[in-house]
């Protein structure tokens, strides 16, 4: 059983659609991380939510926690073809200082 | 200003042979973070070190997999009797500061090292 269930697991859609995709857990976070992996590098941290409620902008991507701090969504808006990648949320649960992290949303965005 | 460094990028080893990882951490960074990758499961932490300490190996198998992280040099991640099964891509990461709880501390990861078992 995932700790963090990422949906949907692949998302290819056309240049300028919006889309959001979601990281859920049964569990609460004390925070939550979104990374973005691009095939052969590592991930790379786009932002970190904290606060229950909270909403992070970054450009076109805006994130959200949920105020019980068990789920996050990211959403793009007017997708470009270097949004291409995969999607990981993380976050630490309970008292480790480990992030788990889900399995990921791979998004394809065509030209 | 150098971030986390992983070499080799891709390793092939024939089952039964040794594979090295190293890892160099962001310079200043005192914390590395080992973590394994495969297509349908996703990034699974392996083991955290300190200078010249482990942290938690919590997620490192038993046998035949080892790491460390001297004084001076690399952090290594060792596999010895490589199998087909320890094929994948192994992520390193580093931190200032150990995340301690509330994740105040940014990991910063590595391009990672891609292991194919023939």
């Known amino acids: 059983t995932q700790l963090l269930e990422q949906s949907p697991q692949f998302l290819s859609i056309q240049e300028g659609e919006n889309l959001t995709v979601y990281c859920n857990s049964s569990?609460?976070?004390?925070?939550l991380q979104w990374y973005r992996q691009e095939p052969g590098e590592g991930p790379v941290l786009l932002v970190t939510?904290?606060?229950?409620?909270e909403v992070k902008k970054l450009k076109r991507l805006t994130f959200q926690f949920g105020d019980a701090r068990k789920d996050s969504s990211l959403h793009i808006t007017a997708a470009q073809p270097g949004d291409t990648g995969l999607y990981l949320c993380a976050g630490p649960s309970g008292g480790s200082y480990i992030p788990t992290f889900g399995r990921g949303t791979s998004l394809i965005v065509h030209p | 200003n150098a971030g986390v460094m992983q070499n080799p990028r891709h390793l092939v080893r024939r089952r039964g042979q040794e594979a090295r990882l190293r890892c160099s951490p962001v310079?200043?960074?005192?914390?590395v973070y080992w973590y394994r990758q495969l297509p349908e499961e996703g990034l699974k932490f392996m083991v955290y070190?300190?200078?010249?300490?482990?942290?938690?190996e919590s997620g490192m198998p038993k046998e035949r997999f080892s790491a460390e992280f001297p004084k001076e040099g690399p952090s290594i991640l060792r596999i010895q009797q490589v199998v087909r099964g320890d094929s994948a891509a192994y992520f390193c990461?580093?931190?200032?500061?150990?995340?301690?709880?509330?994740?105040?501390?940014?990991?910063?990861f590595g391009p990672g090292t891609r292991l194919l078992v023939l």
């Open positions: 569990s609460v976070f004390s925070s």
């Open positions: 070190l300190q200078k010249e300490n482990i942290i938690d």
């Open positions: 939510v904290v606060t229950g409620g």
């Open positions: 310079k200043g960074h005192s914390h």
């Open positions: 990461a580093s931190s200032p500061f150990p995340s301690g709880g509330t994740y105040k501390e940014t990991q910063y």
